[in-house]
């Protein structure tokens, strides 16, 4: 098992060679602390940890299944007092016999539950950049633009930004695209991360919703959360219609779930110029706490899956907000991303995954209470397939 990647700006290291595989047994042999900086003639220095694991998944299926690492050894471990140079290793049998692609995503959960008892879990998110130093965010800055930000310091990036094309109020909102990509698939799951909507970009925010298609809102806050207002309330009340300049919205349904911690409606949206009507879904968490994180991962869990079940994978991208758009709603886009890959088989590195967001719109998951939260999420989310599936298929 290995650990480090550019995310962490740590090298990828050797975090444990178990006994008896073919890691123990090549000549010379494998050591914890051991830096590798080739994979079969690919350099990986400098590479995040999930490319590291696909170049070794990827040898499994070709290179008549042989591995061949250019290490560094680790001074801890070679007893040697000067550094020596980097050599390869050609392993002894299959290396690549075990473990299995499934073992892989066993062995991520393996390293997420021992980061998050040791904590380095915490530590590593915490030393990750919080927005990317080559983005930039001029037309969020710009003196038209200023006022339609929620939050002075939550801004989106130009390269991401959603342009509106027919808005009375000029083409700025503050959304990003966000695009995650399931590897072993070639499913994209598209998200537009947004602020919650104020007073005066609501005509914006459902322009948004008409020139991207999207037939999904999900809305991760209330409207007012400890005295402090966190989004306007820009739908229409049940059997009310909110008229704009290039649409109207009604509310047709509208119901609380019975543990009165979510609402789910469906609107009717109007596009006035081509007289065309659609369904949107709207799903509410209203039981999540602003910068704070779900009662319990099962609740989550449970909201997430019904998020997916309802996801229209022919439509245009889940617009998902919060207040800000960035604490809880990359809570959520890392949690589906995550279910995703686990149905795959594949492994799941979250600080991989808030460094892949994190590129598409700054500051995605807020704290280090969410993060944890949401790898907590993850495991259990875990433990629930590998019980199901033992169910079904008993030794």
Known sequence: ICTGGATVDVPIQVSRVAPGTPADKCAPRLSEGDQIVQINGHDVTHGLHQTVVQYIQKARRTNEGKLVLVVKPSPIYSGDEYEEPPYHYVPVGDVLRTPSPSNALEQSMLLLEDGLANGALITQYEIMYRKHPDLMCDEAVKPKNINKNRYRDILPYDVTRVVLKHSPGGDYINANYVNMHISGSDVINKYVATQGPLPSTTEDFWQMVLEEESNLIVMLTTVVERGRVKCHKYWPSLGEELTLTNVTVK??????????????????????????????????????????????????????????????????????????????????????????????????????????????????????????????SVLTFYTQKILVSENHHPR
Request: aromatic letters at 8%.
């Open 251 to 376: 509310c047709l349904v509208e119901e609380t779930d019975d543990s009165r911690s979510f609402v789910f409606r469906d609107f009717l949206l109007h596009d006035v110029k081509n007289d065309r009507e659609r369904k949107i879904k709207h799903m509410q968490y209203v039981a999540w706490p602003d910068h704070g994180v779900p009662e319990s991962p099962e609740q989550f869990l449970g909201f997430t899956q019904r998020v997916r079940e309802t996801r229209d994978t022919d439509g245009g991208p889940m617009i998902v907000h919060c207040s800000a758009g960035i604490g809880r709603t990359g809570v959520l886009v890392l949690m589906e991303t995550a279910m995703c890959l686990i149905e795959m088989g594949e492994p799941v590195y979250p600080l991989d995954i808030v460094q892949i967001m994190r590129k598409q719109r700054a500051m995605m998951i807020q704290n280090a209470s969410q993060y944890r939260f949401v790898c907590e």
